[in-house]
């Protein structure tokens, strides 16, 4: 099986959601290499038996982590479940991270609909595309 490098992030009023979604296809994550802002990490570690790396909370720069791993390429499918009724105040770090998505062209479901068509889509191995030859070159310059 390949092993693609997949994030979950969910503000707060969606984390319930997150849990649930990511509890029902557990099968599906398991094996893949995680990752996750702090909070939403912690809640989905808690019901599940899923081992992620988390990085800070969302307010304290976690988006950016993860952005910094798009940006270089490294992730393969996001599931950022936000919440479009409540201002967040790292906005611009929300916005940031799905621009460099767009640039570089990462999958990213920003709803529950979009995360179930995308987790099924992962399961059958419709992901295979994105083994590019140099997607886990070290970026120049970077550590
Ligand atoms: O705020 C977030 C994403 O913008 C999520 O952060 P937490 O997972 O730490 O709550």
Not at 36 to 55: A, D, V
Not at 68 to 82: E, Y
Not at 126 to 143: I, M, N, Q
């Amino acid at each position: 099986m390949s092993v693609f490098h997949i994030a979950f992030i969910a503000h707060d009023r969606k984390k319930d959601e997150m849990v649930n979604f990511v509890t029902a296809y557990e099968h599906v994550f398991h094996g893949h290499q995680l990752y996750s802002t702090g909070t939403t990490g912690l809640r989905i570690m808690e019901q599940t038996e899923l081992n992620i790396h988390r990085f800070m909370s969302g307010p304290l720069g976690g988006d950016q982590q993860i952005g910094a791993l798009v940006a270089q390429n490294k992730l393969d499918l996001i599931i950022f479940l936000r919440d479009p009724l409540m201002a967040q105040p790292h906005e611009p770090d929300i916005t940031a991270l799905l621009r460099i998505c767009d640039v570089q062209g990462i999958p990213v479901a920003t709803n529950i609909a979009t995360a179930e068509i995308l987790v099924k889509a992962l399961d059958r191995g419709d992901f295979a595309w994105r083994e590019l030859p140099d997607k886990y070159k070290p970026v120049e310059g970077v550590e």
